[in-house]
């Protein structure tokens, strides 16, 4: 309570211990207090101006965002028919998707522990399952294997790479490799687990078989599957050790295991930008200005002014107690400002990472019919990197097929190409994993590059030092400017991380506006 009372300039300040859950700032504040709610321009309405201006609502304060672009969402940004969109190569496309479908070209997934979640609950953003591993999913990698050049699925992949790896644990067990670390009951323990998790023996009974992967097992997935009478099913044998290893199928496996990447996770009905939408109407369209392009930010005694120009091009300038800045840093960098060569050094520190995808639009969903694919992804070194299935929409009659998910130089390369190339290039490496079919019944796409999207000039940032100067520089405020997006959090890329830093730049200033 003395911490509290602290925060709100009631109690000496430096006995006041700051809460570590976050906590909006709320009218009573100010109230109680006899002070009176402060102006604030945030410069961006993506996920972190809005969240700013969102969570600075709820107390009262003057907010107005401006927000070059002529939607909300930043990254979060979800392409449906009728949409139009020029990049920066001077290409315009128009998306012809059918209605009802979408493709999410920046965000696609929610993780269940993600402060995403909680703002979907308070907004009223209705969510569904994402598919983000599914056994029947493919993965396909170039070689010199058995292995390589195929579409293998996720379940037969995980069998054999398990299963060798469990062959080869158990077999140096058994020959007294690991006596030094296991006592005997230990060893014991350890087989019993390996010939259960590599799905040893096969269940043969035949004690020479015992720690060997067979490879015979339904866990591979069935060739005629298990149906009525006698028809217990067939199993294709499982390739060699030696091929399965060295193709480097399993490669993907630790995917799943990040804290980011667990199996179960989330989107918005209907599209990501839901989330982005549900922020606008919670803080109040009017009060964000679209089409308006920063060009000048000034901290000065007592407030801070921003210049900008409206869609039409008119020059404006904009003055208020506070400005949050949350604008790309690569791009912040390039806008003049006289906070010093020290924040300039800053927003030039991290690095834009390039990525790329395409929707390709098929009128019908052979991935399901076909290959009893619903949802997930397939993952290979092809420069298309992943190929997303929809989570939804299932045994309509069409849907939209992630066709590359890259990153890197193979993004880079495809941004390079006219659109209508970069849908012949990801079409002709589809085939080579799905065949033929993966050409046929296309009625539409649509290719964003971020490299070459206004506004964003790259998927994210990266950072060399994220303890460092530059890092801290923008973590603290400068003058009467302060700094967030998911580039100043330790979730870069997810709107989680944009959440999280808007939450700490409005606490931050909060804190502030009430001690002083």
């Known amino acids: 309570m003395f911490g509290a009372m602290g925060a709100l300039g009631l109690a000496p300040a430096a006995v006041a211990t700051p809460a570590t859950a976050f906590t909006p700032p709320n009218p009573s504040d100010f109230t109680l207090s006899g002070r009176s709610a402060r102006t604030v321009l945030v410069l961006g309405a993506g996920i972190a101006g809005l969240t700013t201006a969102y969570e600075l609502g709820k107390a009262g304060y003057r907010v107005t965002l401006l927000e070059g672009r002529g939607r909300p969402g930043g990254r979060n940004w979800t392409v449906r028919g009728g949409d139009t969109e020029t990049d920066l190569n001077g290409e315009t496309q128009r998306v012809r998707f059918a209605d009802g479908q979408y493709m999410n070209a920046g965000p696609g997934r929610i993780p269940q522990h993600h ?47 398990y299963g060798y790896v469990s062959e080869l644990l158990a ?89 980011d990447q667990a199996v179960m996770m989330l989107q918005p009905v209907g599209g990501m930008d839901r989330i982005a939408y549900a922020l606008e109407r919670a803080v109040g369209p009017a009060k964000i200005r679209y089409g308006a392009t920063v060009t000048g930010i000034r901290t000065t005694p007592t407030g801070a002014d921003v210049d900008y120009t409206d869609a039409a091009g008119v020059p404006h300038t904009a003055t208020a107690d506070f400005v949050v800045n949350t604008i790309p840093p690569h791009l912040a960098a390039r806008i003049p400002h006289n906070l010093g060569p020290a924040v300039t050094t800053a ?85 080579k994993i799905h065949g033929d079919v993966y050409g046929r019944d296309i009625t539409s796409s649509f290719s964003v590059s971020w490299s070459a999207t206004r506004f964003s000039e790259g998927g994210w940032v990266g950072w060399a030092d994220q303890e460092g100067p530059d890092y801290r520089t923008l973590l603290a405020p400068q003058g009467n400017v302060y700094f967030a997006g998911d580039h100043l959090s330790h979730a870069i890329a997810w709107q989680h991380g944009a959440m999280t830093s808007a939450r700490a730049a409005v606490t931050a200033l909060h804190e502030r506006v009430m001690t002083s």
């Open 115 to 161: 402060v995403t979640m909680d703002y979907c609950r308070e907004l009223g953003v209705p969510l569904e399952p994402f598919v983000n591993q599914n056994a029947n999913a493919l993965l396909y990698y170039t070689g010199d294997t058995a292995v390589s050049n195929q579409a293998v699925t996720h379940r037969a992949a995980k069998a054999d790479v």
């Open 171 to 259: 077999k140096a067990t058994d020959a007294g490799a690991l006596d030094g670390e296991l006592s005997a009951d230990d060893r014991e323990s350890l087989i019993e687990f390996l010939r259960d998790f590599g799905d040893l023996g096969n269940s043969t009974g035949d004690d020479a078989a015992a720690n060997l992967y067979l490879g015979g097992s339904g866990r591979r997935g069935y060739d005629v599957a298990p149906g009525a009478g006698l028809q217990s099913g067939t199993v294709s044998p499982a390739p060699a050790l030696g091929d399965v290893i060295a193709s480097g199928i399993g490669r993907e496996f630790s995917f799943e295991f990040g804290w």
């Open 347 to 431: 927003l030039q520190a991290p690095r834009p990472g390039a990525t790329g995808k395409i929707g390709l639009e098929y009128s019908r969903r052979w991935w399901e019919e076909d290959r009893r694919i619903y949802g997930g992804i397939t993952n290979t070194d092809l420069d298309l990197s992943h190929i997303w299935y929809p989570s939804s929409g299932f045994h309509g009659s069409s849907g939209v097929v992630v066709g590359y998910y890259n990153y890197g130089q193979d993004a880079l390369d495809y941004a390079a190409l006219p659109h209508s190339a970069r849908r012949s290039r990801a079409v002709v490496n589809g085939a």
